[in-house]
């Protein structure tokens, strides 16, 4: 017989999926759209709290600018730094997909991998 995994379970695995196959990454987390984080793996002992809170937000706004440019459904947004950058994705009505990554990254490598995972989370929840 075999167990069931709950939605944590299966979330944390696909984290750590998307982990795997980009060691590079600072960071992964997946939040609700009102800014709850639901899963995360962040490596530096962020605040995984605040980082649900702005990402919702940010997705949120990125929409609202989307919308009123007629771009269409958003599916991915950045914020960069010098040292980093933040990228979102839409996974879902229900859920965001934030990954923290140093500069440098190969970006298509990271869209293609975080655009998948994306669409796994949207899934489970």
């Known amino acids: 017989m075999t167990a069931t995994l709950s939605k944590q379970d299966r979330l944390n695995a696909t984290l750590s999926t998307l982990r795997t196959a980009m ?5 992964v987390l ?6 709850l984080p639901i899963a995360q ?4 002992g962020t605040d995984a709290n605040r980082v649900a809170a702005m990402a919702a937000t940010a997705i ?14 958003l599916t991915d947004m950045s ?3 010098l040292t980093g950058q933040v990228y979102i994705y839409s996974a879902g009505s229900k859920g965001v997909l934030a990954v923290v990554v140093p500069t440098g990254v190969n970006l ?5 991998e975080a655009r998948d995972t994306a669409q796994s989370v949207a899934n489970i929840l």
């Open 79 to 81: 914020v960069s730094g």
């Open 108 to 112: 298509g490598l990271l869209h293609m």
């Open 30 to 35: 997946v939040a609700t759209v009102d800014g």
């Open 60 to 73: 949120g706004l990125g929409k609202r600018i989307n919308d009123t440019l007629g771009g269409g459904e």
């Open 23 to 27: 060691p590079e990454l600072r960071g």
């Open 41 to 44: 793996a962040m490596s530096d």
